[in-house]
């Protein structure tokens, strides 16, 4: 016959107690020695659960004989009660007396025009701030009282300890949905939810965070018990899964109302895109953190993870939860039209906050689940790469920052620049040289910050980049030789920049081609023909350019009159509808100097050819060449002048023959 055998495995820590009562309760069993214990996780996890569920027995037993030993049983418990009670009308009492020197407005109260979302941010953390506040008063009236009234028993004040750390928790968190929701308050509200969704927000997070509280409360009375001994172990799992649950619930119940937010629409979000894929599925990633908490929690309550995973267990929803608010309120911010007007210092500033607070919760989040991120781990594994990803975190938000700031500044720079305007005619206008040279400082800012960025975070995780600096220089030098075409394209790209030779938006005619600059790379521009052709011309082919979008552009133009036409008169006539077209209103600050004649300047047959001319803007010269025409002609047939027209005279009969007299002509 076979015979069957059941090996427990114990930690290799185990303490002589803990291994008398595995005897005890298993007297057939075969307890692993050490070596075995560290070769298999898997029995490890066994053997826990099974002492948890053995252990769970003895219970009843163990409260029994801590609440025999609670100093004043019951009536020490009232005092307890009555000392948070008298706390929060001190609070309370507070409050109402800083209500009295407040005005309504402070906290967004009253009727009036939406105020924007710089506003509701100001005025939710000031609500925010002041209710934390009254926190720190209602925690210090509370540890003042319970001194008074309760007896001095060490036991009793870390029972009191307890309870007050898990309602400061829970009202600390009640104290943030508000802030978000503000039901009563929309213009203190920091999330742009309609009055429907804020009362249902705030009524789940509400009903949540109490039923966190009352969760907490339990596990600090059973923790003063008899601490992580293996009659408590079974309920403070069940009290770690039921908080884990509660949170997620949280969390599902309310994901409606946010994909609103991301996704705005009358009607359920459908997922439209990949912004409506993620607003239909957003919770499902505070569900999945949440139930590594809850399984790290039950792993520390096994003592699979060491006393300082069971002591670090903390309010991970919490951080996530203020995490979440600190970076959306910094987007918000940052996307206001006021804060982009600062520059980009400010923006930059802004971007590196949020890089800030992502870093510090994801190190707050390591330290609750028992893990030191900023200290280095020499045991090696998974979690000695810890320190060296956060300080490569650290870096890549530096680097973010240093690129969204320069990015903008270079932008709000060139957008200093005047407007081009072609005039409706393709011969481009006068560009800004920012303008021309943004791109170009732009990529090459990117470049440096994205490089620099990628070799300090690789050294940071522990990567030697001494090859990948001394091959990016090998390959430099081998490019340098292999393309001396390309060379010498972006080194006379950048003489022309230097020089000034042309810009962005204005009409060039080179050697190999001409048309408006569209776009400036570090090799070639690219010229838009007027009749619609791109020319894409390399720097090195360009030979001499002309411009003719620069200061300002002479425009010439002759009609003819017959040889009896009062040549004076028709002078004063082309000042006049030069003096009409300064005043048009139409062509203000585009009209450098104003149409004039230049005279007869030629004679042609029997008519006298006048010369006009006039100065503008560049790209402004057929708009107003236009305007002069249709002047021109009506200050012509006032005076009854007609623009002169060759004939042409046809005699009847044979070629050569002379004309008789009478005939037709």
């Known amino acids: 016959m076979s015979s069957e055998s059941v090996v427990l495995t114990l930690p290799p820590d185990a303490s002589e107690e803990l291994i008398e009562r595995v005897k005890t309760a298993f007297p057939d069993a075969t307890l692993a020695t050490e070596a075995a214990a560290s070769g298999s996780a898997h029995l490890e996890l066994e053997a826990a659960l099974a002492l948890s569920v053995v252990g769970a027995g003895g219970l009843g037993g163990v409260l029994s004989d801590w609440w025999s030993a609670l100093p004043g049983g019951a009536s020490s418990l009232f005092l307890l009660a009555a000392a948070m009670l008298a706390a ?36 939710g953390t000031h609500w925010l701030i002041g209710r934390l506040l009254s926190l ?45 929701t503000a039901r009563d308050h929309p213009p203190r509200r920091m999330m742009a939810l309609s009055d429907h969704d804020a009362a249902y927000v705030f009524r789940t997070g509400f009903t949540i965070a109490v039923v966190l509280i009352a969760l907490r409360i339990l596990r600090v009375f059973l923790l003063e018990a008899a601490g992580n001994a293996p009659e408590t172990q079974l309920a403070l799992i069940v009290f770690a899964l039921a908080n884990g649950a509660a949170s997620a619930a949280f969390f599902v119940l309310i994901r409606e109302p946010v994909a609103r937010l991301m996704v705005p629409s009358d009607g359920a979000v459908e997922a439209s895109g990949w912004m409506g894929w993620l607003a239909s599925r957003w919770h499902w990633a505070f569900v999945g953190l949440i139930t590594v908490d809850a399984v790290l929690k039950v792993l520390g309550i096994l ?75 020499t045991e090696g594994g998974l979690t000695s790469l810890i320190p060296g990803l956060v300080e490569a975190g650290m870096i890549v938000a530096v680097g973010i920052a240093l690129w969204r700031a320069s990015a903008i500044l270079i932008s709000s720079s060139a957008g200093d620049g005047d407007d081009a305007d072609d005039g409706g005619d393709g011969m481009g206008g006068e560009g800004s040289r920012l303008d021309t040279v943004v791109p170009i400082l732009r990529g090459f800012a990117l470049t440096v910050i994205a490089v620099t960025t990628a070799m300090s975070a690789l050294a940071a995780v522990g990567m030697n980049i001494g090859p990948l600096l001394a091959s990016a220089g090998v390959v430099g030098l081998a490019v340098g030789f292999g393309a001396q075409k390309l060379v010498s394209d972006v080194i006379s790209g950048l003489f022309y920049l230097y020089e000034d030779a042309f810009r962005l938006g204005e009409y060039v005619v080179t050697d190999a081609g001409k048309g408006t600059v569209e776009r400036i790379s570090i090799r070639s521009a690219r010229l838009r023909h007027h009749n619609g052709p791109i020319y894409t011309v390399p720097f090195s082919a360009m030979g001499t350019i002309q411009n003719h979008s620069r200061d300002y552009v002479v425009m010439k133009f002759s009609f003819q009159v017959p040889e009896d036409t009062d040549v004076e008169m028709v002078r004063k006539l082309v000042k006049k509808a030069g003096a009409e077209l300064a005043n048009d209103p139409e062509l203000e600050g585009k009209l450098i100097a104003p149409l004039k004649s230049q005279g007869a300047v030629s004679i042609q047959g029997r008519s006298f050819e006048i010369g006009c001319k006039f100065t503008a803007r560049p790209g402004q010269q057929f708009v107003i060449r236009r305007k002069a025409y249709v002047a021109l002609q009506r200050a012509l047939q006032n005076a009854g002048i007609e623009l002169f027209a060759p004939t042409i005279t046809l005699t009847p009969g044979e070629p050569g023959a002379p004309l008789a007299s009478g005939a037709p002509t």
């Open 136 to 180: 720190v008063i209602f925690a210090v009236a509370a540890r003042l009282i319970g001194r008074v009234v309760l007896p001095p028993e060490p036991a009793l004040r870390d029972l009191g300890l307890g309870i007050l750390a898990a309602v400061l928790f829970g009202r600390a968190a009640i104290g943030f949905i508000d802030a978000l």
């Open 303 to 377: 003592g699979m993870l060491g006393q300082e995973a069971l002591d670090g267990t903390g309010p991970v929803v919490f951080v996530v939860m203020v995490a979440s608010l600190a970076v959306a309120s910094l987007a918000a911010i940052r996307r206001q039209p006021e804060m982009e007007a600062r520059g980009g210092l400010w923006l930059g500033a802004l971007v590196l906050a949020e890089g800030c607070v992502i870093l510090g919760a994801s190190v707050l989040l390591l330290k609750l689940w028992g893990i030191d991120p900023l200290s280095p781990n």
């Open 88 to 123: 929060y009308a001190v609070e309370r009492g507070v409050r109402a007396l800083a209500a009295r020197n407040t005005p309504t407005e402070a906290y967004g109260a009253g009727d009036g025009p939406t105020p924007s979302l710089f506003s509701r941010l100001q005025l």
